[in-house]
């Protein structure tokens, strides 16, 4: 496969490459705050038996009026504050504070100042986080809900800004954008030949971005349909790329048959960027992808293949976020599913040639995003 051999000539900057990294271990510590700041919740409301100051989650959940449809992700959130070494497991199934976990309101603000100053790329992410944690026993007894904190006023300048300030994305955008040029200038079997590209979950249109200059200016996109399931999106994106006399902005829901939407395999290219996780069955959303392409037709399928707890932290709020029902096939605690996973399910639902962008180009494994390319 041409495209593949291609794909292995990448070679990242080091500036790129510094930056990522830096955005990591910039996001890992706002990912420590939170569980700091989430410990100093359950001490404020006295979830520690006083005797040993031990917990589970029945004395968090009585304590704190936690709604059931929130029950899965406390479960998750002790699994974070375990593996970070902030509380212990004991004898008696019960989890122990270990105090050098617990930082005082004061303590918490000087902590997310030093992060923002140290890292200034995740200042987005920080401010986010901390808006969501002084929300949380509000969130978590049903209260309030964690929608308006993202999109405030309806606002999608938070979304923007976190796609916006983080190298990893663009990064991972910019490498969809090449591959699809690779993919059409080694596909073009006829003069003039025009592509067909449909882009599924497509957002505030962070990945669509990257691509609409290339096709304009090459005048080889005869048609970039851009989906989502919200109407909302749909309508944001039409105010920002309608110059764009090749885009089709139409409402797709990939949970149901493409067919009995009015799509069908019509597409030299599919694009899913950070949106399949969110469907309750990995396996049959793929194979409803698979009736979008055509013959030979690539799909590109951009996804975070390691958990990381600033997610959970937040999205983790969602309903969205806990609605999948193959529980095997996921990250445990999370909707993700692995790099290996994925490939399995991609070709047990009929895509061929499965590649990692990461394993191609021998990228760090400690990166927490790929791309995988297959075709049909």
């Known amino acids: 496969m041409k495209l593949t051999e291609n794909i292995k000539k990448t070679s990242i900057e080091k500036e790129t490459l510094k930056n990522i990294v830096s955005f990591q271990q910039g996001i890992n510590k706002v990912e420590e705050y939170g569980l700091r700041y989430f410990l100093s919740l359950l001490t404020e409301n006295k979830v520690f038996l006083r005797a040993k100051k031990t917990f589970n989650s029945d004395s968090i959940i009585k304590n704190i009026n936690v709604a059931s449809k929130y029950y899965r992700f406390i479960e998750s959130l002790l699994v974070m504050l375990t593996r970070r070494g902030l509380i212990k497991k004991n004898d008696t199934n019960h989890f122990e504070l270990i105090e050098s976990g617990f930082l005082s309101s004061v303590e918490l603000n000087n902590e997310l100042s030093f992060i923002i100053d140290a890292y200034p790329l995740v200042e987005t992410s920080a401010l986010l986080l901390q808006k969501t944690m002084k929300a949380y026993l509000n969130i978590l007894s049903n209260k309030e809900t964690f929608l308006p904190i993202l999109f405030p006023m309806g606002s999608f300048s938070i979304i923007e800004q976190l796609y916006g300030n983080n190298p990893m994305a663009a990064y991972y955008n910019e490498k969809i954008a090449d591959i699809c040029k690779q993919y059409i200038v080694h596909s073009q079997d006829q003069k003039n030949k025009k592509f067909s590209i449909l882009e599924i979950g497509a957002g505030v249109g962070a990945t669509s971005k990257k691509l609409f200059s290339l096709l304009n200016n090459k005048q080889l996109c005869e048609i970039y349909c851009y989906t989502d399931i919200s109407q909302a999106f749909i309508n944001y994106a039409k105010r920002c790329f309608s110059s764009y006399d090749f885009i089709d902005f139409q409402i797709l829901n990939i949970e149901r ?120």
């Open 257 to 376: 048959l493409p067919i009995e939407q009015g799509f069908f395999n019509h597409y030299d290219i599919v694009i899913a960027t950070n949106v399949l996780h969110a469907t309750s069955n990995l396996s049959m959303t793929l194979a409803h992808t698979h009736t979008l392409l055509k013959k030979g037709g690539l799909f590109i399928l951009n996804e975070a293949v390691n958990v990381r707890d600033f997610s959970t932290l937040t999205y983790g709020l969602t309903d969205g976020w806990w609605r999948f029902e193959d529980g095997k096939k996921r990250i445990l605690g999370s909707p993700l599913a692995s790099l290996s996973e994925w490939k399995i399910l991609l070709k047990q639902t009929g895509f061929s040639s499965v590649q990692s962008f990461n394993e191609l180009t021998q990228f760090p494994e400690t990166i927490f995003q790929d791309i995988i390319i297959s075709t049909v």
